[in-house]
C-alpha cells in the first residue's frame, strides 16, 4: 500500500513539474537576476518557438550570468529570426523517410517512433521546432499501422522512442505501446531517445522502470547531456536507478557555440557521463535548422576540438564526431 501510494505521489510530482514550467522570458531572466534586455525580440522569437523550462534546469543556472551554458540552450534569442543561407526547416531530410504517421525509418534494422511532439523543455538549437508534428503524429490508427509496418519488415531489430520527448508520455501510454513491441518476434532491442532524465529527473519514477523491465526487449537509452553542469544531485539518482535497473546508457551531445565548445568543457562532461557509468556515443555538429545559426561551430573547428579532445582522453571517453546528412544510409562521421 505504502508503495502504490507512493507511486501516485510521484506521477504527480513530474506532471506538475511539467505543468509548472516556465514559459515567459521576463520571469525566466528576473529569477536569475538578469536585466530584461532585448524583451521584444524574445517574445518575438518565442511566438516561432515558445520557451519552455523546468524548475529543476533553472535550478542549476548560475544567477546573474548572462553567459551560463544552461540558460543559453533555452533563453529565446532575437538572432533567431534571422535568416540565414544554408538554414533550413527540414536540414536533415527526415520529412522524406516519414514512411507513416509517426513512423520514421531512415536507416537499416532500425525505425523510430515519434510518440509525442511534447519536451520538457525546448532547446533553442533543436530542428524539432519546425517538424511538421500535426501530420506525423502517433494517435491510436496510426498506432495500429505503425506496428504493422513493424511487425511486417523482419529486417527490423530495433525500434527507437523517439518525439519530442518520449517519457513525456504518461507510463500508462508507454507500457502499452512497448507492450505491441513486445509482441513482434524479430524485435531485439528498445531504445530511449531522451532528455527527460537530464531537465526533469523527477520522471523517472519507480513505475517508469519497472515498465521498462518488465519489457523483454533489451533496453537502451539514449541520454542527451550538453555540458557537465547539467549534472546535479537529482540527475544523479535518477542515472543512477536508470543504470541499476540494467539500461544500457549512451550520451549523444550537440556541438553548441557559447556552450561546450572548448576541449575542457567537452572533457569535463565525458569524464562526468562515464563517472555515472554513461558511454559517450555521439557529438552532434549542430543540424543546419533556421533560427540556430548563432550555435554553430565551423567544421574546421568542430574537427580541431575533437582532435585535441583525443588527445586528451582515453579513446571510450571520445564521442563520435557526427553530422547528419539528407539522405545519407547512416549518420555521417567527420574524420
Ligand atoms: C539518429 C537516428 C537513428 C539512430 O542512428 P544510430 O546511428 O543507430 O544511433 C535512427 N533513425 C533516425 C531517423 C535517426 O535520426
Ligand atoms: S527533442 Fe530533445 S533537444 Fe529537441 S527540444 Fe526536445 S528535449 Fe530539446
Known sequence: ????????????????????????????????????????????????????????????????DPNDPL????????????????????????????????????????????????????????????????????????????????????????VILSGGDPLSLSDERLEQIIS?????????RLRIHTRQPVVLPSRITDRLLETLNHSRLQQIVVLHFNHANEFDHQVESAIEKLSRSGITLFNQSVLLK????????????????????????????????????HFDIPLKQARQLHRELKAELPGYLVPTLVQELAGEPNKTVIT
Not at 507511486?7 to 529569477?31: F, K, M, Y
Not at 505491441?180 to 531485439?188: A, E, R, V
Not at 557529438?283 to 535548422?289: A, M, Q
Request: hydrophobic share 35%; charged share 20%; with cysteine.
Open 258 to 293: 557559447g556552450v561546450n565548445d572548448s576541449v575542457s568543457s567537452l572533457k569535463a562532461l565525458s569524464e562526468k557521463l562515464f563517472g555515472h557509468r554513461i558511454i559517450p556515443y555521439y557529438l552532434h555538429l549542430l543540424d543546419k535548422t533556421s533560427g540556430a545559426a
Open 1 to 64: 500500500m505504502i508503495a502504490r501510494t507512493n507511486t501516485i505521489w510521484q506521477v504527480s510530482a513530474w506532471q506538475n513539474e511539467l505543468a509548472g514550467a516556465i514559459r515567459d522570458p521576463e520571469v525566466l531572466l528576473s529569477r536569475l537576476n538578469l536585466c530584461h534586455h532585448q524583451l521584444a525580440d524574445r517574445y518575438q522569437a518565442c511566438k516561432q518557438f515558445p520557451l519552455r523550462v523546468t524548475e529543476s534546469y533553472l535550478s542549476r543556472m548560475r544567477p546573474g
Open 71 to 158: 540558460l543559453l540552450q533555452i533563453l529565446p534569442q532575437g538572432e533567431e529570426l534571422d535568416q540565414v543561407n544554408g538554414y533550413s526547416i527540414d536540414p536533415v531530410g527526415d520529412n522524406a523517410s516519414i514512411k507513416l504517421p509517426g513512423l520514421l525509418h531512415k536507416y537499416s534494422g532500425r525505425c523510430l517512433l515519434i510518440t509525442t511532439a511534447a519536451c520538457a523543455v525546448h532547446c533553442r538549437y533543436c530542428f524539432r521546432r519546425h517538424f511538421p508534428y500535426q501530420a506525423s503524429r502517433l494517435d491510436e490508427e496510426s498506432l495500429t499501422q505503425a506496428m504493422a509496418y513493424i511487425a511486417g519488415d523482419g529486417s527490423l531489430s530495433e
Open 180 to 188: 505491441k513491441l513486445d509482441t513482434i518476434p524479430h524485435l531485439k
